[in-house]
């Protein structure tokens, strides 16, 4: 989730269940750094990922995801989890706030306009976003 929706560590561990709407396949992102804040759909593989995780958990606390205690995610415990991961995948040093320039990027070589990318990570100034379009590798195609 944190790369589908370009969150950074603090959005996605304040997550709440009533944020994610899953008759609708929408979740609600609450953007922080005064961000703008928007509802964004949530894919047929995510949405069934939720459902399997929401099934096996036996609590009612309202967090999406929590520790293993029954607590909320720390940032520590996910800087951790994804640097296990980018270690594991033989990746050198990760860390979280890569997924979100990841989702930048990978909007961007979609062929997602600026503002419709600025849009989804919440940006407010464009400035923030442009650099993901620059090294977009089909900026150029079909110029002339």
Known sequence: MMFRHGLRVSEA???RRQDVDLAQSRVWIARLKNGLSVEQPVAGDELRAIKRWLARREDALPWLFVSE?????????????IGTAGSRAGLGHVHPHMLRHSCGFA?????????????????????HTAHYTRTAAHRFDDLW
Do not use: M, S
């Not at 849009?119 to 407010?124: E, M, Q």
């Open 13 to 15: 561990i304040a997550l």
């Open 69 to 81: 205690r029954k607590q909320p995610l720390t940032r520590q415990a996910v800087n951790y989890i």
């Open 107 to 127: 909007l961007a070589n979609k062929g997602r306009d600026l503002r419709l990318i600025q849009d989804y990570l919440g940006h407010r100034d464009p400035r």
